[in-house]
C-alpha cells in the first residue's frame, strides 16, 4: 500500500495542516465535511502539496520534517505568489 504526505492551506486564514493518509482524496474530503477536529474552523481547504511515500514509517518520517520549522517554510515558499 502506498502512503501519502499532505499540505493543505486554510482558505480562511492561510495556515498549514501536514498530515499523512492512504487516500488523499478521501481525506480531503473529511477535512472539508468538518470531520476532522483540529481542523474543522479552518474549513474550507485547499491541497497545497503532496508525495507519495513506499512505506508508512518514510511517510511518518516525512511528515514529521514537513511540520517542523524547515519543511512549513518550505510549503509557505511553495505557495507564495511570484
Request: include cysteine; aromatic fraction near 10%.
Amino acid at each position: 500500500m502506498k502512503y501519502y504526505v499532505y499540505a493543505l492551506q486554510s482558505q480562511i486564514d492561510r495556515r498549514i495542516y501536514v498530515g499523512l493518509t492512504n487516500s488523499v482524496e478521501r481525506r480531503i474530503k473529511e477535512h472539508n465535511q468538518g470531520k476532522v477536529f483540529s481542523t474543522k474552523g479552518f474549513r474550507p481547504w485547499k491541497l497545497i502539496y503532496a508525495e507519495e511515500q513506499e512505506t508508512r514509517p518514510e511517510a511518518r518520517k516525512r511528515e514529521k520534517y514537513l511540520k517542523s520549522g524547515c519543511g512549513k517554510e518550505m510549503l509557505k515558499n511553495l505557495n507564495m505568489p511570484r
